[in-house]
């Protein structure tokens, strides 16, 4: 997404370091701080809140018409990462069967599979059709949002 970001917006080197610091900040200071609120008070639907700031967040992301449109969908996406994380691994210690090392390995897979798809997705469907097909993606983080929803129950 990067080359995209920075010929769309005309931005520099430190602009596009400043993206993913929002997005890392967002995410990595609040990520704590929901599990150890979680941790009091475990909220059922927290997984289907995560998917949800993530919808939010592709969609101003595919929609943005500014650099500063950019950090508040950055942000978005990184609050819903730092709900999902602490929730999602303790729905994997529940399912663990006891077997929590596999579960919590299973897990961290299934995230860097995840995390490695992003820039082949970017370079196939993004980098082609422009950003706003981002917004499709957003389809995609609904639906999850929507079973996960499920899985709260």
Not at 12 to 24: C, D, E, L, R
Not at 33 to 40: A, P, S
């Amino acid at each position: 997404m990067y080359p995209l970001l920075k010929k769309s917006y005309d931005l520099n080197f430190a602009q596009i370091g400043i993206i993913t610091m929002t997005y890392q900040f967002v995410a990595s200071i609040l990520q704590p701080v929901v599990g150890w609120y979680t941790d009091r008070s475990p909220k059922v639907y927290a997984l289907t809140m995560a998917m949800s700031f993530t919808a939010i967040g592709l969609v101003c992301f595919g929609l943005a018409g500014s650099f500063a449109m950019l950090l508040v969908a950055v942000g978005f996406i990184g609050f819903g990462s730092s709900i999902f994380h602490p929730e999602s691994s303790r729905v994997a210690y529940f399912a663990s069967g006891g077997r929590k090392g596999m579960a919590q390995s299973i897990f961290q897979v299934g995230g860097r599979v995840g995390s490695s798809m992003g820039p082949l997705l970017a370079a196939f469907i993004i980098l082609p059709l422009g950003q706003f097909s981002i917004v499709w993606f957003a389809v995609i983080a609904v639906l999850g949002a929507i079973f996960l929803s499920f899985v709260g129950r």
